[in-house]
Every structure is written in structure tokens, then in C-alpha cells.
């Protein structure tokens, strides 16, 4: 059944996506919130949008909220995404942090893991390095991406980019998809948080290095500033923080140094 989202509960539900997540929705996206939350009215047999915005404010539990989460998120990634962070992960800052600390155990955070293939790389890319001990803390919004990362299979287009040594050591082919294997699965531990939620966040401190790549772009500069801030706190005493390459701090916060290694910009929290 269609149902018909008006422009006046169009913006009370984009206001109520926004309080929640920080995530903003602009007026030209009226049709994805339209498309997306039909099915949510009808599996739970409401009449249309207003009703649905009411039940998520008075009457929904966690469950729903969750659900309204994974219907309004894309979830695009890969593994092997956008390399060159990785290169300088691994030459250049864990190298750095060790010496800093006198240890060789780092802790990581993925904070809008998706579907897994982030952090995934991360533990196969440090499995190859034995003298590295390392914590990896995966998390996204979206409990249905998690358990899609927890199962750890990955179609054709997920692993274009992975080399075929890797390929052949941490993939299982089952048909047309790919398993990864069960030691990455294990040395990866997925939560669901709210970047927007500051009690959430108060679980995750002193980590060394945080990717945040490809999400700033969902919030308006408002939030960003917000979500920085929860990182921030999240981050270690000169820990770094990656973001995406098409992605800036400028103009949101001086609490990070931009530090340009090899072309690529990473964060330093000062």
C-alpha cells in the first residue's frame, strides 16, 4: 500500500531522525523517507506517517527506533576502501603511537563499521603483522548492518579490491559469496552506538586511532561539531583520527592537527 507523506510531518519526522541520530536529511529527500518508511507503517498496521511518527514518539520501544535507523541509512563499502589510509595506518601511526607508549599493543575503533569490511581489512592488514597487538572495536547505528558484519559474508563486489594473496588466505568461496575467515571474525568486536549519543559513548576511551570515514557527510555542521566532540573524548592523549579523503575538519574544530603523511591527511588529537 502507498501511503502519502505531507511536507508538515515530512520535516517533524526529519526533525525527529535529526534529534535522535544527527542525521540530516534535506528537503530534496522527501522521496527516500516516503519510500523507506512504508513498510515500517505497514508492519506495524498503522494508518500512514502521522500515526508512525506518533508510535516512534510515545509508543515505540528501542526496537522500532533501531528499525527506523536501518531504513533511512545507506550502507555503501568495501573492502580495501580507499587504501592509502591503510598504508599509512600501519607505516606511519601505529609505528608512532608504539614508540610513544613503549608497547606493541594499540587499540582501534571503526565507528561506523557497516557492514564489517572496514574493520575487517584493519584485522587482516595487522594479521599479516604479528609484532603488532591490537584491540579492534567495530560499531554503527544500524543493528542490521552488525549482524550482517558478524556473519562476514561478502558478495563479489564487496572484495573486488582485495589482493589475491589476501583473498586466498581469509576467504572461504561458497558460491557466488565470500566467508571471511573465522580468526579476522574473532579479533574484531562489534557494538551498536549512536555517534550522536554522548552516554553511549562514554564506554569507548583512550583508543588510539579512530576511523570515522564517509560519515561526516550525513550531518549538517551542527552535529558534526557534535560527533567530533564525542570523538574527541573517545580519543587518547595524542591519538589520530581518520576521515574520509573527500571529507574536512576546516571550520569544525581546532581540537585536531592536520598531519599530511604521503598525501594523505590524518588527524591528531592535541
Known sequence: MAYVLDETVFRQIRDFIYERSGIFISDSKKYLI?????????????????????????????????????????????????????????????????????LNSINIWSSACSTGEEPYTIAMLLKEAPHIKCEIIASDISISVLD???????????????????????????????????????????????????????????????????????FDDRAKQKVLSHLYDCIAPNGYLFIGSSETLHNLTRAFKPIVINKVVAYKKL
Open 148 to 218: 550482517s558484519a558478524k556473519k562476514g559474508v561478502y558478495s563479489s563486489y564487496s572484495i573486488r579490491n582485495v589482493p589475491e594473496n589476501f583473498l586466498k588466505k581469509y576467504f572461504k568461496k561458497n558460491g557466488l559469496s565470500y566467508e571471511i575467515d573465522a580468526s579476522i571474525k574473532k579479533s574484531v568486536k562489534f557494538k551498536q552506538i549512536n555517534l550522536f549519543d554522548e552516554k553511549a559513548l562514554r564506554i569507548i576511551r583512550n583508543i588510539d586511532v579512530v576511523f570515522c570515514r564517509n560519515v561526516l557527510i550525513y
Open 34 to 102: 516516503e519510500n523507506r518508511l512504508s513498510r515500517r507503517i505497514s508492519e506495524n498496521r498503522l494508518s500512514g506517517f502521522e500515526e508512525y511518527l506518533n508510535f516512534l514518539k510515545f509508543s515505540a520501544d528501542g526496537n522500532e527506533l533501531t528499525k527506523l535507523f536501518d531504513a533511512i541509512t545507506t550502507n555503501e563499502t568495501y573492502f580495501f576502501r580507499e587504501p592509502q589510509h591503510f598504508e599509512v595506518l600501519l607505516n606511519n601511526i601505529i609505528p608512532d603511537i608504539m614508540s610513544r607508549k613503549g
